[in-house]
């Protein structure tokens, strides 16, 4: 299973932006699909998942600005970003846990992280 991510990139506060991770591979289904972050000199932080049904869950910090969904066909999360503040600056990584293949399950899966920048 491998993840890309796209959809990064320079915007001013107040902007959007929206990112695209495809996870490719014999897949069959995939369970919770999300989106972290890191800033500089801090840890990694979780930013929203959902899960297959498309129940989603997100960090205080970004509710009621952020959007996570999927489109299961096609083995995609996307995260829509509103209102983004100078603070929301960080690597975005995609992340899938549980994913079903024709070789069995496998676990734990990361994109290559791509970086959202906010100008302020």
């Known amino acids: 299973v491998q993840l890309q991510a796209s959809g990064g990139g320079l915007v001013q506060a107040g902007g959007s932006l929206r990112l695209s991770c495809a996870a490719s591979?014999?897949?069959?289904?995939?369970?919770?699909m999300g989106w972290y972050r890191q800033a500089p000199g801090k840890q990694r932080e979780l930013v929203a998942t959902?899960?297959?049904?498309?129940?989603?869950n997100y960090a205080d910090s970004v509710k009621g600005r952020f959007t996570i969904s999927r489109d299961n066909a096609k083995n995609t999360v996307y995260l829509q970003m509103n209102s983004l503040k100078p603070e929301d600056t960080a690597v975005y990584y995609c992340?899938?846990?549980?994913?079903?293949?024709?070789?069995?399950?496998?676990?734990?899966?990361w994109g290559q992280g791509t970086l959202v920048t906010v100008s302020s």
């Open positions: 959902i899960n297959s049904s498309g129940r989603s």
């Open positions: 591979g014999s897949i069959f289904s995939i369970n919770v």
């Open positions: 992340n899938v846990d549980r994913v079903a293949t024709q070789y069995g399950y496998e676990y734990e899966h």
